[in-house]
Nanobody, 122 residues
Framework: QVKMMESGGGLVQPGGSLRLSCATS??????????IGWFRQAPGKEREGVAC????????RYHDSVKGRFTISRDNAKETVYLQMDNLTPEDTAVYFC?????????????WGQGTQVTVYS
């Protein structure tokens, strides 16, 4: 059974930081095969891709709005992906999801976690 579970969300003031984790297990071809992406959905808005990381070469992709502030990383031994979020703004408020993509980052999640709420308030 595939499991993907996000954690690390919470309340933070503008300029603050949070580190999200996405723990996985049971991926059919093994965690190391897949690109893993972070997505977010704010109230009244469509879900958008935030960051993604492939295993091969460690290729990363970021949404323009988070470049220079967010950093995605992965620990293949722990089957976990992280999203370090710095210099947060109220516009980052959303539910954040991790998703298994294909071998490459594509912006399309195939298996999803339940999400973790991030609220940036002043």
């Amino acid at each position: 059974q595939v499991k993907m579970m996000e954690s690390g969300g919470g309340l933070v003031q503008p300029g603050g930081s949070l580190r999200l984790s996405c723990a996985t297990s049971g991926l059919p071809l093994g965690f190391g095969y897949y690109a893993i992406g972070w997505f977010r959905q704010a109230p009244g808005k469509e879900r958008e891709g935030v960051a993604c990381m492939e295993t091969s070469g460690g290729t990363t992709r970021y949404h323009d709005s988070v470049k220079g502030r967010f950093t995605i990383s992965r620990d293949n031994a722990k089957e976990t992906v992280y999203l370090q979020m710095d210099n947060l703004t109220p516009e980052d408020t959303a539910v954040y999801f991790c998703a298994q993509e294909g071998y490459y980052c594509s912006g399309y999640g195939r298996r999803w976690g339940q999400g973790t709420q991030v609220t940036v308030y002043s």
